[in-house]
């Protein structure tokens, strides 16, 4: 029995000599690391430091911005005509490009009439060619129409003719 004891004893003791040693290098206390950490969790752990979190949300913040502000509809009380000379008499168009010169203007007319767009150039009081995708006074369906045109011009926007 008193064999027994000791050695329970001795490996009691042992335990707690090995636990104190190792438990410095298998934990680490809260607080006491140079940089916070953020543990992001699925299938494969990723840790990063704060710095890098917050470049990623800094990033998907102006990801979004540029979203939100490619979505706005582009105001305007500048009068547009026609080539043939007629006032533009839908309020919505998605325009996919602006030229100072006409030229330009007509060649990506020609372009999208050629693969099946009826495109329109008009004219504002500026001069400014602006190339029209498509035309409506319904703005959900302008919206549609401008996801279909981004996928060929993605600087493709929206613009609301007001009156004055």
């Not at 636990?19 to 410095?24: I, L, Q, V």
């Not at 008499?89 to 767009?117: C, M, Q, T």
């Not at 009826?118 to 500026?126: G, H, I």
Request: aromatic share 10%; with cysteine.
């Amino acid at each position: 029995m008193k064999k027994n004891f000791f050695i329970a004893l001795v490996l009691g003791v042992s335990l707690m000599a090995c636990s104190k040693s190792y438990y410095p290098q298998m934990y680490e206390k809260a607080g006491e690391d140079e940089t916070e950490n953020i543990l992001i969790a699925d299938d494969d752990s990723i840790k990063m430091d704060t710095t890098t979190v917050k470049e990623v949300l800094d990033t998907v913040k102006a990801e979004v911005e540029k979203v939100v502000e490619a979505e706005k509809i582009v105001e305007s009380t500048d009068k547009y005509t026609t080539e043939d000379g007629a006032d533009v008499v839908y309020a919505y168009h998605v325009v996919v490009g602006s030229f100072s010169g006409r030229a330009n203007a007509n060649n990506l007319s020609i372009e999208l009439n050629k693969s099946g767009v009826k495109a329109t150039v008009a004219r504002n009081q500026n001069g400014l060619y602006r190339v029209f995708y498509y035309s409506t006074d319904n703005e959900p369906e302008v919206r549609t129409v401008l996801a279909k045109a981004r996928k060929k011009y993605p600087d493709a926007w929206m613009l609301k003719l007001v009156a004055r």
